[in-house]
T-cell receptor, first 117, second 114 residues
Framework: GAVVSQHPSRVICKSGTSVKIECRSL??????MFWYRQFPKQSLMLMAT?????????EQGVEKDKFLINHASLTLSTLTVTSAHPEDSSFYIC?????????????FGPGTRLTVL | AQKITQTQPGMFVQEKEAVTLDCTYD???????LFWYKQPSSGEMIFLIY??????QNATEGRYSLNFQKARKSANLVISASQLGDSAMYFC???????????FGKGTLLTVNP
């Protein structure tokens, strides 16, 4: 099956710093990537949809300037949490859509656990 | 707008027994897909099974089967012969519309007892 990697898997940073999370599709081209946020014991919340070569589409309530998304190639999307604060601490998961799949399945990365001190 | 409802926050099952996790959905799209994912404590999302809205037969994947009742808008997951490793969070999700975004339910925490 298709593989999606995420790096780093875990990051701890100080308040006010920026953190970049990478999402890569390793064996397929992903025209669309999705970024989710998950708080403990809660469901996944879609933050934004990222299409290669174009600006990301953010869900309502998600700050574009806070969560910068870049989808520069068909295999890489990055999420940068700018000026991170403790309330940004969460589990961030990306997924990549394989358009060759019979039902446009999303393949998920292993997630990144962000802790802001 | 799409909506997924999982009414069971937690479920318990004895090892080797079968268990059904409930999922109901609501959508105005005539074409949609229904997914079940497993999320163990490690956090990774593991795809289990898919059912398309036009599929005539219920989907099956090994010990997983999806009880699709279109008129009732339900897509329950049945796990047969539960194993200790099945203990995890289970999410029902739906796709449809542009960009095939997924809408997730709140999840059901399944615990398999020895």
């Amino acid at each position: 099956g298709a593989v999606v990697s995420q790096h780093p898997s875990r990051v701890i940073c100080k308040s006010g710093t920026s953190v970049k999370i990478e999402c890569r599709s390793l064996d397929f081209q992903a025209t669309t990537m999705f970024w989710y946020r998950q708080f403990p014991k809660q469901s996944l919340m879609l933050m934004a949809t990222s299409n290669e070569g174009s600006k990301a589409t953010y869900e309502q309530g998600v700050e574009k300037d806070k969560f910068l998304i870049n989808h520069a190639s068909l295999t890489l999307s990055t999420l940068t949490v700018t000026s991170a604060h403790p309330e940004d601490s969460s589990f961030y998961i990306c997924s990549a859509s394989d358009r060759t799949s019979s039902y446009n399945e999303q393949f998920f990365g292993p997630g990144t656990r962000l802790t802001v001190l | 707008a799409q909506k997924i409802t999982q009414t069971q926050p937690g479920m318990f099952v004895q090892e080797k027994e079968a268990v059904t996790l409930d999922c109901t959905y609501d959508t105005s799209d005539p074409s949609y897909g229904l997914f079940w994912y497993k999320q163990p404590s490690s956090g990774e999302m593991i795809f289990l099974i898919y059912q398309g809205s036009y599929d005539q037969q219920n989907a099956t994947e090994g010990r997983y089967s999806l009880n699709f009742q279109k008129a009732r808008k339900s897509a329950n997951l049945v796990i047969s012969a539960s194993q200790l490793g099945d203990s995890a969070m289970y999410f029902c999700a739906m796709s449809g519309g542009s960009n095939y975004k997924l809408t997730f339910g709140k999840g059901t925490l399944l615990t398999v007892n020895p």
